[in-house]
């Protein structure tokens, strides 16, 4: 069992749905990281959490340090949505990134 | 404006060939990492560096070298000795101070025929 999990692994949803992507994990964290990476792309940060909600523009991203959860929701997707959204982990005292197994999206027009 | 330069973004090599992939960064972050991905895989760790002039071999360290001679440059040399250097690489960097939020660079795309 990977120590990151994200579901689900592949994901199409039709323009303006309301989309929502898990990432749990096993490993105790300070912070869990959300990235992108478009087709061919490099990654962009979208947040770094360590408690409660973010939100920016269309995106939103949850966490529960207690029950080991994150969310990540895109509400009134839109084509360009459409990328790999990678949830990461810190690991304490050895400044590596466990890396989820990534949630492909697609967003039809 | 602050952040991760990689250069070149494409790069092309024939077999039996070093290749160094450059790295800068202006963040002022004392850890660099230099990661590998193919094509619909997920990251790899190749080599990290927590400090200048002292760096650790991640998960796929062999075939690849690094040097971190300043805080601001993490080279990637891609020896000969890689059996299949062709991937896209990107570079990152770190604060130091807890939770290291990463900041990736662009990336280079090196095919090597």
């Known amino acids: 069992k990977n120590e990151v999990e994200q579901s689900p692994q592949n994901l199409t949803a039709q323009e303006g749905e309301f989309i929502t992507i898990n990432c749990s994990y096993s490993?105790?964290?300070?912070?869990l990281h959300w990235l992108q990476q478009h087709p061919g792309g490099g990654i962009v940060s979208l947040f770094m959490?360590?408690?409660g909600k973010k939100k920016h523009g269309r995106l939103i991203a949850t966490i529960n340090i207690q029950e080991k959860h994150s969310s990540l929701h895109i509400t009134a997707s839109h084509p360009r949505d459409s990328a790999v959204y990678i949830c990461a982990v810190p690991t304490s005292g050895t400044y590596k990134y466990i890396f989820g197994t990534g949630t492909r999206l697609k967003v039809l027009a | 404006d602050g952040g991760i330069t990689q250069s070149p973004k494409y790069l092309f090599r024939k077999e039996g060939q070093n290749v160094t992939l450059s790295c800068e960064q202006n963040l002022n972050h004392d850890a660099m990492y230099w990661y590998r991905q193919d094509p619909g895989q997920g990251l790899r760790l190749i080599y990290y560096s927590q400090i200048v002039n002292d760096f650790q071999k991640g998960d796929i360290a062999e075939g690849y070298s690094v040097s971190r001679e300043k805080k601001e440059s993490f080279p990637l040399t891609v020896t000969s000795a890689q059996k299949n250097p062709t991937a896209f690489y990107l570079c990152a960097s770190s604060s130091s101070g807890d939770p290291y939020e990463q900041y990736f660079g662009p990336g280079t795309r090196l095919t090597v025929t």
């Open positions: 490993v105790g964290i300070s912070a």
């Open positions: 959490l360590s408690s």
